[in-house]
């Protein structure tokens, strides 16, 4: 049945191989669904909050590393 939104293409299966390629896929089936099933005001806002509170978090904690690190690099040298 052509223009119905389906595919008869097989998806592959997760073995544990890829991780990068079935990460964004899950994410987008992930955020696909929360669309079909939720109205696209509450999903966005969500979405992008998570999104920046996590990119937050995680701009924190690698500022915490390489700040340790570089001060006990720069510390014993003459």
Known sequence: MAGSGSSDVRTPIFSGEN?????????TRG??????????????????AMFTSFTIFA????????????TFNYRNVR
């Open 19 to 27: 991780y990068e390629f079935w990460k964004i896929k899950m994410v």
């Open 31 to 48: 955020v696909k669904r929360a669309l079909d099933t939720f109205n696209t005001a509450i999903v966005s806002p969500i979405y992008y």
């Open 59 to 70: 701009s924190a904690i690698m500022f915490k590393y390489t700040r340790a690190r570089s």
